[in-house]
């Protein structure tokens, strides 16, 4: 797959990440400019864990984010397409245990997880809502399903200066580190074909979920999404509707 392919067929998908496994994570830091563990730190704050709280890591990758949120108290199931990336992960000793998932049916019952969290993989999924649907039905009421995902740079320079950095340095950065710069090609274009904070917390709410919140990261080159499975009972959502970011 070398140039953004809009279906996102699940094994042209899958194995591109295969492809890149090895050096995944180098390429995640270098591409982010550092920021990669600060919004990871941020990520597993807003799943409000709780000591022994299970969660589902869904497009886990090689178990980093996982590893992050298992150091943080919970007991965590790192899920993912890609055995490429799940078998670099098990090389690297993550400390927890990798199952092999389509996003679209997830292989867990209903109420399975205190919750569910995806980190940058949402917009690699075929159908992203169906997605978070999923997540949403292996989350016990109450729980937190939580999207970081890039986003829409919030300021006009910043958003010209990044898509111009994603479509001309990233993969530049890519030929000189990677195994695959067609790979970093289809992640750029993925990147600026994604929608905005508004249209994704939309689709948090299409799903069910309650009080959904979103959190911008470093200008909105990054957006944390969190939304509450209701519970019996449950009044209004609580999702503002005068488009300004919400506090976590």
Same mark, same amino acid.
């Given at each position: 797959?070398?140039?953004?392919?809009?279906?996102?067929?699940?094994?042209?998908?899958?194995?591109?990440?295969?492809?890149?496994?090895?050096?995944?994570?180098?390429?995640?830091?270098?591409?982010?400019?550092?920021?990669?563990?600060?919004?990871?730190?941020?990520?597993?704050?807003?799943?409000?864990?709780d000591a022994g709280?299970?969660?589902?890591?869904? $497009?886990?990758?090689?178990? %980093?984010?996982?590893?992050?949120?298992?150091?943080?108290?919970?007991? #965590? +199931? /790192?899920?993912? *397409?890609?055995?490429?990336?799940?078998?670099?992960?098990?090389?690297?000793?993550a400390p927890v245990?990798?199952?092999?998932?389509?996003?679209?049916?997830?292989?867990?019952?209903?109420?399975?997880?205190d919750a569910a969290?995806?980190?940058?993989?949402?917009?690699?999924?075929?159908?992203?809502?169906?997605?978070?649907?999923?997540?949403?039905?292996?989350?016990?009421?109450?729980?937190?399903?939580?999207?970081?995902?890039?986003?829409?740079?919030? $300021?006009?320079?910043?958003? %010209?200066?990044?898509?111009?950095?994603?479509?001309?340095?990233?993969? #530049? +950065? /890519?030929?000189? *580190?990677?195994?695959?710069?067609?790979?970093?090609?289809?992640?750029?274009?993925?990147?600026?074909?994604?929608?905005?904070?508004?249209?994704?917390?939309?689709?948090?709410?299409?799903?069910?979920?309650?009080?959904?919140?979103?959190?911008?990261?470093?200008?909105?080159?990054?957006?944390?999404?969190?939304?509450?499975?209701?519970?019996?009972?449950?009044?209004?959502?609580?999702?503002?509707?005068?488009?300004?970011?919400?506090?976590?």
């Amino acid at each position: 797959m070398s140039r953004a392919d809009l279906d996102k067929k699940p094994y042209d998908v899958a194995g591109m990440f295969d492809s890149i496994a090895g050096r995944y994570d180098l390429m995640n830091d270098l591409a982010a400019l550092g920021q990669v563990r600060m919004w990871r730190e941020l990520m597993v704050d807003a799943l409000e864990l709780d000591a022994g709280g299970a969660v589902l890591d869904l $497009a886990a990758g090689t178990g %980093t984010s996982s590893t992050a949120i298992a150091r943080a108290g919970a007991r #965590v +199931v /790192a899920a993912d *397409f890609s055995l490429g990336m799940m078998t670099e992960g098990r090389r690297r000793g993550a400390p927890v245990p990798f199952v092999g998932a389509d996003a679209h049916h997830l292989p867990f019952a209903d109420d399975s997880f205190d919750a569910a969290v995806i980190s940058f993989g949402l917009r690699n999924v075929q159908d992203p809502r169906r997605g978070i649907a999923e997540m949403t039905r292996v989350v016990r009421p109450g729980g937190r399903v939580v999207v970081c995902e890039f986003s829409t740079p919030t $300021a006009r320079l910043v958003r %010209t200066v990044y898509e111009r950095y994603l479509l001309r340095a990233l993969p #530049v +950065v /890519a030929s000189r *580190f990677a195994t695959s710069s067609d790979a970093y090609d289809y992640l750029a274009e993925s990147i600026l074909d994604w929608p905005d904070q508004q249209e994704l917390r939309g689709w948090f709410q299409e799903a069910g979920l309650e009080h959904v919140r979103y959190r911008n990261l470093t200008g909105g080159i990054v957006a944390l999404h969190r939304g509450y499975v209701p519970t019996a009972g449950e009044g209004p959502t609580g999702s503002s509707s005068d488009g300004a970011p919400q506090a976590l």
